[in-house]
């Protein structure tokens, strides 16, 4: 496709639910990344790819989380027994091997935890 | 730890009126860096992006500047119109000898302009 493409745009989610959220790259791009953004704040890493290797996972706030990309094109992020305080948006960005310039941002993930 | 830190945090002006955001940040060494504008409810898109040689560079009415020295930036927007009610993120990518560039964003500076 022409963009990153995330899925689903808005989830609610019940305290205690497993959540799944996709990531769509713009094709050919070899690295991948997650951000979790809280309301009025920016973006705050949380993981990295390249290919299908997952070469940074520091910023994943617990356990919970869990990031993968088998195929090394569309990624997946799952949040185990979700809290409130998961609630915030979750924006992957892709960029081509080697070029640190354009990175390219989905629209971003609104999950909800109530 | 590497920060971003952009003042004001949020900033209300009115149509037509020009406005300069500010990014202080403390990554070094760092490869470039960006400013992004980013519309509720929607991914973050590119606005300019500096190396670290580079002090000024213009897309439209969006003009960023940067002193490596004093590790400092600046957004200054021109004439501005209602649609550039948004938030702005500065981010600065660290120079890694790993090869990956994981950015660092600031908070953002909330930009709403009144007709």
């Known amino acids: 496709g022409a963009g990153v493409s995330q899925s689903p745009r808005y989830k609610v989610a019940k305290r205690g639910q497993d959540v799944a959220l996709r990531c769509d790259p713009i094709?050919?791009?070899?690295?991948l990344f997650w951000y979790q953004q809280a309301l009025g704040q920016g973006p705050e890493f949380l993981t990295y790819?390249?290919?299908?290797?997952?070469?940074?996972k520091s910023g994943l706030p617990s356990d919970r989380f869990f990031a993968e990309r088998p195929e090394g094109s569309v990624s997946t992020l799952k949040i185990q027994r979700t809290q409130q305080e998961d609630s915030a948006v979750y924006l992957c960005?892709?960029?081509?091997?080697?070029?640190?310039?354009?990175?390219?941002f989905g629209s971003g993930t609104r999950l909800t935890v109530v | 730890k590497n920060q971003v830190e952009q003042s004001p945090q949020s900033l209300i002006i009115l149509e037509g009126k020009n406005c300069t955001l500010q990014?202080?940040?403390?990554?070094?060494?760092?490869?470039?860096l960006r400013w992004y504008k980013q519309d509720t409810g929607r991914g973050p898109v590119s606005l300019t992006i500096?190396?670290?040689?580079?002090n000024t560079k213009s897309n439209g009415r969006y003009t960023a500047t940067l002193d490596a020295d004093t590790k400092q930036s600046s957004l200054h927007i021109t004439a501005s119109q209602l649609s550039d009610s948004a938030s702005y993120i500065c981010?600065?990518?660290?120079?890694?000898?790993?090869?990956?560039?994981?950015?660092?964003f600031g908070r953002g500076t909330s930009l709403i302009v009144h007709p």
């Open positions: 960005a892709s960029i081509p091997l080697g070029a640190h310039y354009g990175y390219t």
């Open positions: 094709s050919g791009h070899v690295s």
């Open positions: 790819f390249q290919n299908e290797a997952q070469l940074d």
């Open positions: 990014c202080n940040y403390t990554v070094s060494p760092f490869s470039n």
């Open positions: 500096m190396t670290f040689s580079e």
């Open positions: 981010v600065v990518i660290p120079r890694s000898s790993g090869g990956s560039y994981i950015p660092t």
